[in-house]
């Protein structure tokens, strides 16, 4: 059993940054993933960024704006977003396909002026 926690979510102008965390209780191996999903209002959820020692992957709507960086040491991964836009506006959940695949609670990202 896995816990991923997040944190970092909050409301910010459009064109800031902010970075979020997600941290998990146990060892998530390096070749398994860890990422970031998100779901705004009355959508799917979509895959925003998710890395392995083996690969990193972004949404399109991410590339050039989003980066994602993971510590294997300390079984963290983050999510550092510049430029948002308001339609960046979701609630962010951290996931790892390790195991049968764990979901964090998931933090609000708000894009408002």
């Known amino acids: 059993q896995v816990q991923l926690v997040e944190s970092g979510g909050g409301l910010v102008q459009p064109g800031g940054s902010l970075r979020l965390s997600c941290a998990a209780s146990?060892?998530?191996?390096?070749?398994?993933?860890m990422g970031w999903f998100r779901q705004a209002p009355g959508k799917q959820r979509e895959l925003a960024a998710r890395?392995?020692?083996?690969?990193?992957l972004y949404a399109e709507s991410a590339k050039g704006r989003f980066t994602i960086s993971r510590d294997y040491a300390k079984n963290t991964v983050y999510l550092q977003m510049n430029n948002l836009e308001p339609e960046d506006t979701a609630v962010y959940y951290c996931?790892?396909?390790w195991g049968r695949g764990y979901w964090g609670q998931g933090t609000q990202v708000t894009v408002s002026s």
């Open positions: 996931w790892t396909n």
């Open positions: 146990g060892t998530i191996s390096s070749n398994y993933f």
């Open positions: 890395v392995s020692a083996l690969s990193i």
